[in-house]
Every structure is written in structure tokens, then in C-alpha cells.
């Protein structure tokens, strides 16, 4: 048994006596993963800028690095929620962003050029990465208008009301 297991849990909760696979598919994994990956290179970027910036030749260009931080985060927050394809989506639309940025630093006076066309290769390949993920996740957390989810057969109780039925007079008794 774990240390940790009974820290927040009172006696009378149950305990969880095996784990089953996760209900997380693929590409929700893949989602989550680039959630994190998005939080993780905002905070770069927001305290990083300086180092950035001088690596890729976009001297004077801090505040914008920052800025794009602070949107990596956001989008970031918004891909590990519910709300993930929206979080995706504007990963998306940072990516562009980004390959816009990079490609204005491509110009034939910049020592750095050789760094940016490998930072424009790197922010392709999440690309590619962020449109695979809000493909499959849209396609499997999709529902089409007009359908109705039905719960009229659940309960709530794992074993059915009858079987629930007498449950809390025993426990009392015992």
C-alpha cells in the first residue's frame, strides 16, 4: 500500500483496489503532451527573450518574444482543458505566427539566418504535430448537431438500485 494513498482520504472512503487502462485516447495524449510542451516553451520565451532573440538575429524584438510567451501559455492552458480543440486551434494560429516572425528574420543581412531555418523547421514539425492532434480529437469528442446523448438507463449505482437497496441500515447496524 502507498504512503501517499490514505493522505487525503478519510477511513470510510473506499479504496481503490486496481487500476484499469485510462480513458485517454491517443490523441488525447498527444493534446496533453502539447499542452504542456506549449506551457513549458512560453515560459522560455517569457523569460528567455533576451537569449532568444540574440540567437536568432531579432535583436530589440524582446517584447514580442514575451508576448508570444504569454500566448504560448494561454494556449497552452486551453489545450489541457476541455476546451482542447480550441487550445489547439490557437496553437495553430500561433504557429503561423511564429513561421510569419521567423521568415521576416530570413533577410540576406542576418548573421543568425542559419538559426532561424532551423527554428522555422522545428516550429513546422509541431505544426504538423498540432494539426494531426486537433484532427483526431475534433473527430473523436465531435458530436453533430441535432444528437442527443441518452443517460435514461444509468443509475449512478455501480451495481444497480436493487442491489443498493439496504446498504446504508447494514453498514449502521455493523
Known amino acids: 500500500m502507498n ?3 490514505t493522505l487525503k482520504r478519510s477511513k470510510g472512503d473506499p479504496k481503490v483496489l486496481e487500476k ?12 496533453r503532451n502539447l499542452g504542456w510542451f506549449s506551457i513549458g516553451l512560453g515560459l522560455v520565451e517569457l523569460f528567455g527573450a533576451h537569449r ?11 517584447t514580442m ?10 494556449a497552452g492552458m486551453m489545450t489541457l482543458s476541455v476546451d ?26 542576418n548573421p543568425k539566418r542559419d538559426n ?38 444509468r443509475s449512478g449505482f455501480p451495481k444497480g438500485i436493487s442491489a443498493s437497496r439496504g446498504l446504508a441500515k447494514a453498514s449502521r447496524a455493523v
Open 3 to 5: 504512503l501517499f494513498s
Open 20 to 31: 484499469g487502462p485510462s480513458s485517454l485516447s491517443s490523441s488525447d495524449r498527444l493534446a
Open 52 to 62: 532568444i532573440t540574440r540567437m536568432l538575429g531579432l535583436d530589440g524584438q524582446e
Open 65 to 74: 518574444v514575451r508576448a508570444y510567451g504569454l500566448r504560448e501559455i494561454g
Open 84 to 109: 482542447k480543440e480550441v487550445g489547439l486551434a490557437s496553437r495553430i494560429a500561433g504557429d503561423g505566427i511564429d513561421i510569419v516572425t521567423l521568415a521576416s528574420a530570413m533577410h540576406s543581412d
Open 116 to 153: 532561424v531555418a532551423m527554428a522555422m523547421a522545428m516550429v513546422a514539425g509541431v505544426t504538423l504535430l498540432d494539426l494531426l492532434a486537433v484532427g483526431a480529437t475534433t473527430g473523436r469528442h465531435m458530436r453533430h448537431r441535432g444528437d442527443i446523448r441518452d443517460y435514461s438507463e
